[in-house]
C-alpha cells in the first residue's frame, strides 16, 4: 500500500487561526525522515511555497544524501533520501496521480477534535482494504492545518490524547504515534 507523509508548512494556523506559513525546521527533516523510512513511507514532503526555506531543507537534504554526510552515516542517508520538498498540495496531488493512475486520498491530522473523525483501528482497515490507492498522511506545523484545509481533505484522525489534559505534542512525534497506529506491529491483536 503506497502511503506518503506530507508535512504542511502553508496553509496552517497561527494561535488566532489565520493562515501563515511556519518554517522547516532541521529536526523535523531528520526525524520524521527516519520514522518515515522505518514504517516504509514512500516518501515523505515538505510542503512550503517560500524558496528561501526550500533552499534550507534542499541543502540539508543534499548534504545528507551526497555530501560528506552520506559518507559519515550511511543510514541517515537512507532515511533522507525519501524526503523531498515540493511547493503546495496542488502540485503533490498531479505527482501522485500521474505515478499512480488515480488520485491520492489525503488524511489530515489534528490535535483538536473539530470534524467528524476516523479511529485509528478503522483507518488502517480502511487502507489495508484498498491496497493501491496512494494514502497521504497531512501533519500541519504551527498550530495546525488551517480549517479551509481540514474542510477539503477525505478524512480526518482521530486526534492523539496522552494520559492528562495536554495536548500540545511536537510534530515528530505525532508523526511516530500515528504511523505506529497505522503501520506499525498490531501489538493490540496479539494474546499477552
Request: aromatic letters at 10%; glycine letters at 6%; a negative charge.
Given at each position: ?36 523510512r522505518t514504517y516504509e513511507c514512500e516518501a ?26 552520506a559518507e559519515y552515516n550511511w543510514t541517515r ?116
Amino acid at each position: 500500500m503506497p502511503l506518503y507523509l506530507a508535512v504542511v508548512h502553508y496553509p496552517c494556523s497561527n494561535k488566532q487561526g489565520e493562515v501563515v506559513t511556519t518554517s522547516i525546521t532541521n529536526f523535523d527533516i531528520h526525524d520524521i525522515g527516519r520514522s518515515g523510512r522505518t514504517y516504509e513511507c514512500e516518501a515523505v514532503y515538505l510542503v512550503n511555497p517560500v524558496p528561501s526555506q526550500l533552499w534550507f531543507a534542499n541543502r540539508v537534504l543534499e548534504h545528507w544524501t551526497e555530501g560528506a554526510g552520506a559518507e559519515y552515516n550511511w543510514t541517515r542517508k537512507e532515511s533522507m533520501s525519501r524526503v523531498q520538498t515540493i511547493e503546495d498540495l496542488v502540485t503533490l496531488t498531479e505527482q501522485l496521480e500521474a505515478k499512480h493512475g488515480r488520485p491520492p486520498v489525503y488524511i489530515a491530522t489534528s490535535a483538536r477534535k473539530t470534524h467528524e473523525t476516523w479511529g485509528y483501528v478503522a483507518m488502517r482497515e480502511k487502507m489495508e482494504a484498498d491496497p493501491d490507492t496512494p494514502w497521504v498522511l497531512l501533519f500541519g506545523t504551527g498550530w495546525g492545518l488551517h480549517k479551509d484545509l481540514m474542510d477539503e481533505v477525505d478524512y480526518i484522525l482521530d486526534p492523539i490524547y496522552g494520559a492528562g489534559d495536554y495536548n500540545h505534542l511536537s510534530v515528530r512525534a505525532a508523526v511516530a504515534i500515528i504511523l505506529d497506529r497505522l503501520r506499525g506491529e498490531k501489538w493490540h491483536e496479539s494474546k499477552l
